[in-house]
């Protein structure tokens, strides 16, 4: 079962985004100011939360190719984002979920905010030259979320589409 997708985030215009609540909203700001630690071009923030609670929070990093092809986290950095020759990047979420790997997460929700460079006039309220992202977590991503349980995952968009 896939997880399921919830409100949006656009982190412009906060009217467009109604259906979310002031609670969800704290998470999204939570992973947008956890992006901005990342060292990346694209940024990453991510947080799981339990009962209104966050039990986990992590950003996308770059490593060297010291990975093992067995673990999820080093088949989705080698599929999907090769910084350049032996350096790759752990995504947000699986660095997140990584921290909390032995807990129960079927009560969890899993907050992913992306930002990038500027390639239009669309940015975000907190910095004038990162604009918000799509941010839907890739198919490794996905697969993870799902085999910890995660049934929600709530993700920035970006409203230039």
Do not use: W
Not at 35 to 51: D, E, F, N, P
């Amino acid at each position: 079962m896939q997880p399921t997708s919830g409100p949006c985030y656009d982190g412009v215009d906060m009217e467009r985004c109604k259906i979310m609540s002031l609670e969800q909203k704290k998470y999204m700001d939570k992973c947008l100011n956890l992006a901005h630690k990342s060292t990346l071009t694209q940024k990453h923030g991510c947080v799981i939360v339990r009962r209104k609670k966050i039990i986990s929070c992590g950003y996308n990093f770059k490593i060297q190719n010291h990975f093992d092809p067995h673990t999820k986290e080093s088949r989705c950095a080698f599929q999907n984002h090769r910084c350049s020759n032996d350096i790759f990047s752990v995504h947000a979420e699986i660095s997140t979920l990584k921290k909390v790997k032995n807990q129960d997460l079927r009560e969890c929700d899993l907050y992913v905010v992306r930002l990038g460079p500027t390639s239009n006039n669309v940015t975000n309220t907190r910095s004038s030259r990162e604009p918000m992202k799509y941010s839907l977590p890739c198919k490794v991503c996905n697969s993870y979320i799902q085999f910890c349980g995660i049934k929600k995952v709530y993700y920035s968009v970006n409203p230039q589409k």
